[in-house]
C-alpha cells in the first residue's frame, strides 16, 4: 500500500488546484455536519441546564407526572419502604430576572439572569444532600425570610449573612435575608437561593404543595438488580401519576430540538452528496487523462490492484484533508457563532451558552464520512481504470459515448421515482409528501444525462438570439455533448444547491405572511408584560391573581386578558397547558385556527375540552372531536378537542389551550406569566400608561413593553432570522461553482491539443476565453432550470407536510427563483474565470505536443 499512497501523493502535489478544488467538496460537506451537530449538543445542555430547577445528590427523585407540583401525603409511605435510608421533600423552580432587575440600568444587563429557588426541609434535606458552607449558619425550622445563597451570588449583591436582598414571586417582591453563605456552586445553571419548605410555598402560593421528593438508597453499593428492586417497590407506593428518576424540565423548549437534528443533518448529507458528485467527476476524468500513465505502470508490471489501489489512495488522501480541514472551519464557525449569540440568548430567554462540544465519536464519524464519500466516488473510476490493458491504454482516449440500452435504463428508473414522487405528494399524507421531494430532486439527477442534449440544444439556440459569436457557442455546445455523464454530475449538484434555496425561498415565503398576521393577533393589544422568557413557560415567576385584579380597576384600562401555564403528559409525551380565559382572550389577543373556529371559546367555558396546536396532535396522535387523557394533579382526566388552532408563542410546543378554571382544577395553577390589556377608547394613554407603571413596581419579573413597539421589534427580529436562514441555505450553492470550476479545468486539460488546434487556426485568445464562458454558462443553465424546477416541487412538499402543524398556504418563491437564478448564473460566470486563463494561457506548439 506504501507504493499507492507514495503515487497518490505526487499525483495530488503536481496537480495543486485540480487537488484543492476536489478537497473542497468534502471540506464544505464536513463543515456542515460538523458544525451542526457540535452546536446542537450545546444549545440543547444550555437549554437543559436553564429549565433544570436544581441537581441534589438523591439515588431517586420523584415527580408528577405533569411536571406540577403535589402534596406531601406519600412521605411517609416511602420512608417506610424496606432499602429507603432517606426521605426529603423540596419544593424549586427557576426565577427567570429581567435584564436589569439587580442594578436598575438597563444599559448594562445584569450577569446573574437566572436564579433556582428552592423550599427545603432543614431537618431532612441533610440526610440527601450536603451543604458547604462558608460562613453564617444554616436553615431552621422556624426561620421565615431567611436564605442561603452562594458565594458567587453574596458576591455579586454585596452581601453578607445579616443582610438582605429582594427575589420576584407571583405575590409581587420578597425580601430575603442572608443567614449562610454557601461554598461556589460547583454545578451549572442558576445560582441557588435555598429557603425553608414553608417559606418556598409561601412564596409560590402553593401551601402544603411539593414538586419533587429526593429518596437515598440504604445500601449505596447496591448492585443494578436490588437497584431495580427498589425502584419497583417506589413505583407501587406513588402509583401511575408520578415518575421516577424524571428531571424537571420544559417539554416546550425540547418539542423541535429532534426535527431540528434532522434538518441540519440532511442539510450536511446534501452537501456531502454534492461533494461526492464533484470528486466523482473529478477521478473519472482523471482516469480518462491518465490513460497512457496508467498503461505505462501496468506495462512496468503493475498489477489491476495497484492502479485501482491508486486511485482509491487518491480519494482517501483528499477525503482525509477535507474532512480535518471541515472540521477545522466548522469549530472556528461555530465557536464564533457562540459567542454573538451567547449574549443574545443571555437577554431574551437567560441562557448562557459554553464553548462548543466535541466529542470523539462526531469525530471520528465526520473523518468516516469524509474519506468514505471520497473513496466510494472514487471506487468506480478506480475500477475501471484497473480495467484497462496496457494496449488500450495506449491508444488516443475516445468522447464519452453513452449506449441507449444505459439511457433506457436511466429513463426508465428516473420517470419511476419522479412518478413516485408526484404520488406521494397528491397523497396528502405528510410522512410521504417530504420524502416525495428528495425522491423528486433524485429523479432529476437519475434522468440528467438524457436531458443534456436537448437542454444544451435549447440554450444554444437562446443564445445565438442574444450573441453573434455562433462559432465559439457551437464548439463549446460540442464539448458539453461529447461527455454527457459528466455535465450531468456538475449540473446535478448546481440543481441540488439551488433547489435547497428555491425551497428555502418558498417556506420563508410561506412563513411571512400568515406569522406576520399571528403576530398581530397574538400579541397586537394595546400593553404587554413579556417574563423573562416567552419559550420557556416553566422558568418564568408568575403574577398572583390580584395583580391583573389591580390592572383592571386603573381609570382607562378596558380589558385585561392573562395566560397561565402548566406542565402535564399524554403517555410518555410530555405537553403545555395554557389555561386562558375564553371571553377575554378572545377580546384581547386570540387564536389562529385551522379547524374549527372562534365558537370553540364557548367550548372550553362548558366542559373539560381543548384547543389544540398541530404539534399536539402531532405528539399525541389525535385528531380534532376525538378525545385525549393527559395527567393531571388528581390523576388521568379525559379532554375533548375541540379545534385546531395555534398562536405566535406556543406554535413550536405540544401546547392545548384549555379555560383558566380547567386548569386550575386539574393542575393546581393560578400564576399568570403573561398579561395583554387595551385602553378604552378616548382614553388618557399617559395617565393609564404612568398608573399602569406604577402598578407593575411589585412585579420586576416582567417587562412593560406597548404592544405596536413589541411587534415591531419582533417584526424586525423575524426578518433578520429570515435573512440568516436563507443566507445559510444559500451557502449550500457553493458547491456548485466548485463543481462548474472542477469541470471546466479537466475539460480545458482534456482539450489542450485542441485548443491549440483552434489557435493554430487563426483563432485568437478572446475567442478561446468566449468559448470557456459558454461552456460556463450553458452549464449553469442546465442546472439553474432543473434547480429551479426541484425547488418548486420541494418547497410547495415542505409547506404541504407542514400545513398540518403550522397556519401555511403555499406562497410561489419568486425571490428564491430569482436568488437561484442569481447565484446559478454568477456561479458559472465566476467558474468560468481560472479555466478561461488556464485555457488563453496555453503556448500554440506546447499545446500541439501536449499528450
Known sequence: MTLQLNLAW???????????????????????????????????????????????????????????????????ELEKIDGVRAVSATLGWNIGLPADFFDNDPKRPDIIRTLSLVGVDPQRVRAIRSFALESGRFLEPSDDGAALITQTLADYLNVKPGMGFIVPTVQGVVKLTVVGILAPQLGEGGEEVIVTLAQAQSMAGEPGKINTIGIVMADPTAKEAQRALLEAKIKDVIGG????????????????????????????????????FIIFNTFRTVVAERRRDLGMLRALGASRGTVIGTILAEGFIQGLIGSIGGMVIGYLVV??????????????????????????????ECIALG?????????????????????????????????????????????AALAAAAAAFFSGRSALILPGGFLFLAGLVIVAPILIGPFTGLFGRLAGLLSKRGGTRDIARGNLKRQPSRVAATASSTMIGLAVIVAAGGLLSSLIMPLAEMFQKSLGSDYLFIPPSIMLWSSDVGASPQFARNLREIQGVKEVATMRYAASAAGAQQVSMIGIDPEEFSRVSGLHFMEGNDSAYKALSSGRALIANGVFLMTVGAKVGET???????????????????????????????????????????????????????????AAEEKIKAAALDYPQFLLVRGQAYLRSMADLMGAAFAGIFMVFAFLALPSLIATINTL?????????????????????????????????????????????????????????????????????????LAAAFFGIGFGVLASLIPARQAVRLQIVEALRYE
Open 10 to 76: 505526487r499525483y495530488l502535489r503536481g496537480r495543486k488546484l485540480r487537488t484543492i478544488l476536489t478537497t473542497l467538496a468534502v471540506v464544505f460537506g464536513i463543515f456542515v455536519i460538523f458544525a451542526m451537530n457540535v452546536i446542537l449538543p450545546t444549545v440543547t445542555k444550555a437549554m437543559f441546564i436553564s429549565v433544570q430547577a436544581f441537581h441534589a445528590m438523591a439515588d431517586f427523585s420523584i415527580t408528577h407526572a405533569t411536571g406540577g407540583s403535589f402534596s406531601t401525603g406519600m412521605l411517609l
Open 241 to 276: 401519576d408520578f415518575r421516577v428518576n424524571n428531571a424537571i424540565s420544559g417539554p416546550e423548549a425540547f418539542a423541535t430540538l429532534d426535527l431540528a437534528q434532522t434538518v441540519f443533518n440532511v442539510f450536511g448529507i446534501l452537501a456531502l452528496f454534492m461533494g461526492g
Open 335 to 364: 465557536a464564533g457563532a457562540l459567542s454573538i449569540l451567547s449574549p443574545i440568548l443571555g437577554r431574551f430567554i437567560s441562557m448562557k451558552l459554553d464553548a462548543p462540544t466535541v466529542s470523539p465519536v462526531l469525530i471520528l
Open 371 to 415: 474519506t468514505g464519500t471520497s473513496i466510494l466516488a472514487a471506487l468506480i473510476p478506480a475500477y475501471s481504470a484497473g480495467r484497462v490493458t496496457p494496449m488500450e491504454a495506449m491508444r488516443p482516449a475516445a468522447a464519452e459515448s453513452g449506449s441507449a440500452r444505459k439511457a433506457g435504463v436511466g429513463a426508465v428508473l428516473g420517470a
Open 628 to 686: 385525549v387523557t393527559l395527567s393531571t394533579i388528581k390523576g388521568p382526566a379525559e379532554y375533548r378537542i375541540a379545534a385546531l388552532a395555534t398562536d405566535m408563542l406556543n406554535m413550536k410546543a405540544a401546547a392545548a389551550f384549555v379555560s383558566q378554571t380547567l386548569l386550575e382544577n386539574d393542575f393546581g395553577r393560578t400564576e399568570d406569566v403573561l398579561i395583554q390589556l387595551n385602553l378604552k377608547p378616548g382614553a388618557d394613554v399617559e
Open 745 to 817: 479545468s479537466i475539460g480545458v486539460l482534456e482539450r489542450t491539443r485542441e485548443i491549440g488546434m483552434i489557435r493554430a487556426v487563426g483563432a485568437s485568445r478572446k475567442h478561446i476565453r468566449s468559448m470557456v464562458l459558454s461552456e460556463a454558462l450553458l452549464l449553469a443553465a442546465i442546472g439553474t432550470v432543473m434547480g429551479i424546477l426541484g425547488g418548486i416541487y420541494l418547497s410547495s412538499s415542505i409547506v404541504s407536510a407542514l400545513k398540518t402543524m403550522f397556519p401555511l398556504g403555499y406562497a410561489f418563491p419568486a425571490v428564491g427563483i
